[in-house]
């Protein structure tokens, strides 16, 4: 695992609420005479649209998932308040993505899972603990977890984060799939079914949905 920081110069079976919003916009009535002076909102100084990354949902209180931040997902990620993000992927973080954090005080926390597809998939059970246990850590969150497209390893440190709360595989399945789509995989879905959860401190587990039945 690498650390990076803190600087100082985040009827539904899954109980998910997904944030995706932007900021809405009002646009006035034109004036009959169509005066080239009038300006619409987009001009508004201080005016800008929310865009949250490729895949973003809420996980619970304080946890969120995604894929990967772009830059013009950063005004968005700013609005969450986030203290760690948890990155699943080997590569090095980019630089406009180091410069970010660096400039919010957020702390990076790299497991360097590959991103193998199968049948040849190597899923470090491991880090995928060790990843648990910051999300467990409140001192952590806000908190944001993803990958390249929030999908396959975002989609098993969520479900065994699942099932210490005490979701039904059922449930955990239908939320993987749901972010995994056509790229589902039975190697995750498997990896997660035999994830063991005793050794985790299950008294830290975020409660605000804590089941899904």
Known sequence: MRIEGPYDYDNTPMCQNAIGATKLQSFPAAEADNSPQEKNSFDSPGEELL??????????????????PEPANFSFLRTLGLRSII?????????????????????????????????????????????????????????LIHCKRGKHRTGCLV???????????????????????????????????????SSLKESCVPVSCSKGQ
């Open 51 to 68: 865009a949250p990354p490729l895949n973003f949902s809420m996980v619970d209180y304080g946890v969120f998932r995604s894929g990967f």
């Open 159 to 197: 479900g065994c984060l699942r099932k210490l709360q005490r979701w039904c595989l059922t449930s955990i399945f239908y939320e993987y799939q749901r972010f995994a789509a056509d790229k589902a995989r039975v190697s995750d879905q498997r990896f997660i079914e035999l994830f063991e959860i």
């Open 87 to 143: 990155y699943l992927c080997p590569e090095p973080y980019p630089v406009a993505n180091a410069e970010f954090l660096k400039a919010n005080g957020i702390r990076l926390f790299q497991f360097g899972i590959e991103g193998s597809k199968e049948p040849f998939v190597n899923i470090p059970e491991d880090s995928i603990r060790e990843a648990l246990e910051i999300v467990l850590d409140e001192k952590n969150r806000p908190l």
